[in-house]
């Protein structure tokens, strides 16, 4: 099965309306600043990193948001995989 590489530009904007609160963040800050987050949380094990030296990338968002995106990676992963396994069972009818 081949690696799809994940879009992050169309994931951050799925997933910015969940990081709005309030009025002092405005939607296009949201969606800059998750997409530079993501692709530094494609490992789980970077979040700590992350929140503690790389405010500069994460601003406007905050450690919750950022443990909050990783589990979203985290179960998006989870989700492609299971999508290409079962695509691999249907378009395979000798796989058993």
Known sequence: MST???????????????FLYGSCNSSSEVTAALARTMPLLEDPTAVPFVCRYRQDVITPLTVPMIHQLSQYLEAHK?????RGRILEKLLDPDND
């Open 4 to 18: 799809q590489k994940i879009g992050w530009t169309k994931l951050s904007k799925a997933w910015s309306n969940h």
């Open 78 to 82: 989870q989700l492609e995989s299971l």
